[in-house]
């Protein structure tokens, strides 16, 4: 009885076995596919062994060791369907991980890509940077030549707004400012001062006669003598014309030497 019952129980597990392996292969599963061919291989030798149980098939040699022969065919079968995940496995990892190479080389490329972008536009910024640096340099370049040709003629002006342009000795204008400073400071020292107003007998008939060239050489000529003739304290200015002034800070009889000697240097 309980071999019967064993048997019926068998039947009925392989019965669900089966089906849920024809579902499955209906899904279109691969190991399914060799586990129903197992199933029904052992189905079909159990169906031999229950036939026999119940008196159904003769007991011969075929009938007592089917189920020996539909175990090994089923385990001959499982494995085929083992080898068979294995190699789909196998295959799934190899393309999962080709995948993922792929994926991984897309990402590097595009990397690559950014860094190449990247490092030209650094080049182009750095270049722009460098040309925009050069335009500056050149401006402020021709800012500071402007600045030196503004300061150079600001000394010319100064210099001719305070020199006379005929001799270059300082004009009235200079002379005043630096006689109002000697003036003070010779007050404030208790020093003396000595102021002497010079000019030229007898020019303007020389200049009528032989022109205002002529008479430009004679002032020139005559500036020059006078400063080499007195100190380097002393100050020599053209008030105009013939007119010519010093100033030095000198007692009475120095001032009186100095003003002889300033007449000697017309004697020759």
């Known amino acids: 009885v309980s071999i019967r019952v064993v048997a019926g129980l068998a039947a009925l597990s392989s019965l669900v076995t089966l089906v ?9 599963s691969r190991p399914a596919r060799f586990f129903l061919l197992a199933s029904a291989a052992l189905l079909v030798f159990i169906l031999f062994v229950s036939a026999r149980s119940v008196a159904l ?18 385990v001959l079968l499982l494995s085929f369907g083992l080898a068979d ?7 799934e990892h190899a393309e999962a991980q080709a995948a993922k190479l792929s994926t991984q080389q897309a990402l590097l490329e ?41 300061k150079q003629s600001e000394e010319k002006m100064r210099y001719m707004a305070q020199h ?21 400071m010779a007050r ?23 022109g205002h060239e002529v008479g430009n050489e004679i002032l020139r000529q005559v500036s020059g003598r006078f400063q080499r003739a007195i100190s380097e304290n002393a100050l020599l200015a053209r008030l105009g014309g013939d007119e010519f002034a010093v100033l030095t800070h000198e007692d009475y009889e120095s001032a009186m030497e100095l003003a002889m000697a300033l007449r000697a240097t017309l004697s020759y």
């Open 20 to 28: 849920a392996s024809v579902r499955e292969t209906w899904r279109g």
């Open 110 to 150: 595009a990397t690559q890509r950014s860094e190449r972008e990247l490092e030209q536009r650094v080049a182009e910024r750095t270049t722009a940077l460098h040309e925009a640096t050069a335009r500056l340099q050149v401006e402020a370049g021709a800012r500071e030549q402007l600045l030196i040709q503004l």
């Open 57 to 74: 098939a003769p007991a011969n040699f075929f009938t007592i060791y089917c189920l020996h022969v539909g175990l090994a065919l089923e």
């Open 164 to 184: 006379d342009a005929l001799t270059g000795l300082p004009n009235r204008y200079s002379m005043q400012e630096r006689l109002a400073v000697s003036l003070e």
């Open 85 to 91: 995940r294995i190699h789909a496995m196998r295959t």
């Open 188 to 210: 404030r020292n208790q020093q003396k001062l000595a102021v002497m107003m010079l000019d030229l007998d007898g020019f303007k008939p020389v200049n009528d006669q032989f």
